[in-house]
C-alpha cells in the first residue's frame, strides 16, 4: 500500500532516516520542519524527489514548530491540499533537557517548552489530522516516544515526565481512533545514535539503536493490517531491569 504520510522533525536523525526509508519505498511525504531549506539539495528535496504517476511531487516540505498549534494546521491544510488526504502520521519532533526535579526558577521555562513540544506538540498535530485519519479506514499514528515514557532513570524528571504524559495520550489516541480504524503504535527506544546521545559515554556509538533501524520499523508498520498492528514497540540497545 502506497501511503501518504506526515512526519514531524524531518530534517535530521531519526525523523530523517524514516522519511528516506519511506520515500525510497515509493510513498508520499509531506516533511514538517522548522527550516525546509535544510533538506534542499538532499534526497528529500521536492525538485529531487519526482513526481507520483498524477504529476503530483511525491515530497512536500513545511515549515512547521510543534509548539504552535496554528502551525499544525496550516501544515495538515497544505498536506490535503497538495495530496488530496494523507492517512499516516508519524510523530518525531522532540526535545530533550535534563530539568531535575528540584528545579529552580530559572529552568521553569524549559520545562513549560517540554510540555509545549513533547507533549501537546503531538496532540496539536494529531487534532488537526484526526479528521484525515478517520476518512481512511486503515490511518496509521506512529509516535517516538522513549523508554523514559515507561519507566524513570537517573534525574530527568522534566523530560521523563513529559514522555509519560506522551504515552499516556497515545494510550488514549488508540482508544478513540480503534473504532475508526486509526492504529496507534509508540516506538519507545533507548539510546540511538543521534545528536541528543553524542555526550553519553556509557556506551559507544555502534553499540546504539542507529536510526536506519527505527525507520526500518517505522517502515513496516505502516504494512501491516489493522488486525496485526502492535501499540507499543520497547526498543532496547541496553539490558532493561
Known amino acids: 500500500m502506497v501511503r501518504t504520510v ?57 515549515p512547521y514548530e510543534a509548539s504552535d498549534p496554528a502551525s499544525a494546521q496550516a501544515w495538515v491544510d497544505a498536506a490535503v491540499a497538495q495530496f488530496g488526504g494523507f492517512d499516516a502520521v508519524v510523530h518525531n519532533a522532540g526535545v530533550f533537557s535534563r530539568v ?58 522534566g523530560y521523563t515526565a513529559s514522555k509519560f504524559a506522551l504515552m499516556g495520550l497515545c494510550q488514549t489516541m488508540r482508544n478513540e481512533g480503534w473504532e475508526q480504524g486509526i492504529r496507534v503504535t509508540a516506538i519507545c527506544p533507548s539510546w540511538v545514535n543521534t545528536a541528543m546521545a553524542a555526550a553519553v559515554q556509557a556506551m559507544p556509538a555502534e553499540a546504539m539503536t542507529q536510526p ?16 496485526c498492528v502492535p501499540f507499543e514497540l520497547a526498543v532496547s540497545c541496553n539490558l532493561e531491569v
Open 6 to 62: 506526515l512526519i514531524s522533525g524531518a530534517s535530521r536523525g531519526i525523523g530523517r532516516a524514516i522519511a528516506e526509508r519511506l520515500l525510497a519505498q515509493g510513498h508520499r511525504l509531506s516533511l514538517g520542519v522548522r527550516c525546509p531549506q535544510d533538506l534542499q539539495g538532499t534526497a528529500l528535496d521536492p525538485a529531487r524527489a519526482g513526481v507520483d504517476g498524477a504529476g503530483v511531487p511525491r515530497v512536500q516540505l513545511n
Open 100 to 157: 531535575p526535579l528540584l528545579f529552580d526558577a530559572s529552568q521553569q521555562r524549559e520545562i513549560d517548552q517540554l510540555w509545549q513540544v513533547n507533549v501537546m506538540g503531538p496532540w496539536w498535530l494529531s487534532r488537526a489530522a484526526w479528521p484525515q485519519l478517520v476518512a481512511h479506514g486503515q490511518g496509521r499514528l506512529v509516535v517516538l516516544v522513549s523508554m523514559s515514557g515507561k519507566r524513570s532513570k537517573g534525574r530527568l524528571a
Open 212 to 227: 536506519g533501524d527505527i525507520a526500518s520499523l517505522t517502515a513496516q508498520l505502516l504494512e501491516l493490517p489493522n488486525s
